[in-house]
Each structure stands twice: as C-alpha cells, then as structure tokens.
C-alpha cells in the first residue's frame, strides 16, 4: 500500500454552493493525482493537490488514439450525519475490467478505494445535504506518453474528482421519453462495450443529439448484429416490466454491467419478483404492450438512480405511460435505494461503505 502524500493544507477556502446545481458542472477544491511509468515501476506519487489545470505534451496518445476510461460513484450525507460510499469495490473492480479492455494498467483496489475515501473527507464540506444531493465522484485515467506510434502507453495519469450534484432530473423524479435508435450502434459483442471507455460516448453523441431534437431525452440502443434486442440507454442499464415477470438484458459483452442493475436485480430477487437477465427484443415490448400485459420500462444508474420511461419510440410505433406519474415499481425501487444510500432504510446488505 501506497501512502497517499498530501500537498494541501486540508482546509483552504470556504465552500460556497451554488444555489442550483447543474449535474457536473461544479467542481471541488481538490483532486488525486497519480502517474503512472512504466520505466519507473508503475504507479508513483499518488498526490491530494488542489485542483489545477494540466499540462500534457500535444502527442500525448490519449488525444490521438484514445486510452481513456472513467468511473462514477456517489458520496451521500446521511441522515445521522456519517458519510457513506455505495458498493465502491464495484467501481475499483469495473476500473480495473475497463483498464483491462483498454490495455491500460491496473490499480490496487485498496488504493483506488482508500484514495477515494481521503479525497472525500478532505472535501466533505462540499457534500451537499438537501434530499437527492449528493457528491459525485469521478476516478478517471488517460495515456499521457507523448508519441504517434499506435501501441499502449508507456505512461498515464489517474485523477480523482469531486463534483457536488443536485438530483440528476431537476424536474424531480418524473418519467423520460425515450427513442430506440436503428440508425446508429453503441457496441458490439467483443467489443469495447464492456468498458467504462471514453470512445463508447463519444461514438454515442449523434444518436443523443437527434433524439433531443425530436424531444426525447435518451437513447435506447439495439444489439449491433441483427438490431432486434434491446441493450441499454446513454449511461443507464433497462429494466422491462411484464406482467409476470421483470425482465433486463442480460450481460453478454455489449452492456456496461452497473452497479446500480445488479442492486436491483438483488432487491427484485429478495422481494419475490420473477427477475430474468435475458434476450429481449423490441418487437417483445412492442407485442406486449399491444396485448396489455407491459407494465412499465425503466433505466437504472448511478447519476439518476432509476429513470421510469414515459415513452418509448421506435420508428413509426409508440408505447405511451404516464408522462408525469413514474411507475409503481420505479418509485418503489428509487425509495429503497436512496433509502439505502441515505441510510433511512437499514443497510442489510452491507451495500455502505463509510469515509469517516
Ligand atoms: C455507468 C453506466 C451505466 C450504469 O452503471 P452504474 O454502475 O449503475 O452507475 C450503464 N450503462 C452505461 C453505458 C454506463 O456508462
């Protein structure tokens, strides 16, 4: 284990919230900092530092080819005032999984969590405590060597930063319109859809792009062969609800395995729903929404924590819901999560992690 160095007095400036919240756009006094050599013996100098602007060399290979992966979590203000992560091991072990896809080097999951958990502290003034704020985290990691030669790095930069958010929908918890794309794929199997991996966002901006301007929030996307099932939405996992069943994609290389999906898949389980991780293809939905039998649809994930679906288009056809009301289960499910999270509801299944 590394020892985390610190060149920052821990407190250095007020913190002043801004009055509204604008979902990462706001950003606190400090980051973690550490670089990785390979001719060094790896990762060196893992640093709390204020925040400040970087300097990398214009041939850096994360400008030119990619190397790029993140992650996001939430630190909470409990109702007891404690300050707690959710699953954050889930998040070194999928960091870990992108850097792997990425050919990109490994952290130590004790320092990835521990370098979280002393940021936060240093910066917990900034964790904002009316109901649905929290503080998101984000972990990221770039190739710095300066070279055009395609290969992996030979260096790279881990950063740790804080960003205090309001909740993600400032309507409040309402439902999403949301339009399935045919014209454009996320990810193909054996691809980088796995990964938590910059380049699977960047190659998703034009479908986000043509969707809002036909006034929907989000993209559902289609598997890239036969574009017949469903996979996921932007940065949210789906959950399909029949009549008797509750029923999301299942993990078979194309889908980013969320952290939030498996809590509910756990939940659901626990509460006695039939849950299934399966095939589910849109012409499915389609049929059981015309035979009555489709419940509601929703996205689960950490910024918004799950999303109830008011609409979801799909060439000339359109499934309807409520578009002020969110479904019974996604209500259900966001109360138990954030209850969780919050810790007014009993953490049973030791999901919390505290910093202090
Ligand atoms: C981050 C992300 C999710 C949700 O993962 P959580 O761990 O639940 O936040 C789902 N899909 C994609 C593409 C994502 O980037």
Sequence with gaps: MIDIHYETAEKESKVVLPEKLVFGRTFTDHIFEMDYDSALGGWHNPTI?????????PASMVFHYGQAIFEGLKAYKQVGGRIALFRPEKNAERFNNSAARMSMPQIDSNLFLKAIKELVRIDKDWIPTKPGYSLYIRPFMIATEPCFGVRPSENYKFIIMLSPVGPYYPEGFKPVPIMVTDKYVRAVRKGTGE???????????????????????????LDAIEQKFIEEVGAMNIFVRFKDEVATP?????????????????LLKDWGYNVSERAISINEILDSYKKGTLVE???????????????????????????TEA?????KLYDELTGIQYGKIEDRYNWITYVD
């Design 195 to 221: 990964a938590k991996a910059a380049g699977n966002y960047a190659a998703g901006l034009a479908a986000q792009v043509e969707a809002k301007a036909e006034g929907y929030t989000q993209v559902l996307w």
């Design 250 to 266: 299942a993990l078979a290389g194309s889908i980013l395995p969320g952290v939030t999906r498996a809590s509910v898949i756990q």
């Design 297 to 323: 649809i929703f996205g689960t994930g950490t910024a918004a924590v799950i999303s109830s679906v008011s609409r979801l288009k799909y060439k000339d056809e359109l499934i309807k819901f409520s578009d």
């Design 49 to 57: 530092k204020k925040i400040h602007n970087l300097s990398l060399h």
């Design 327 to 331: 479904g019974e289960l996604s209500t």
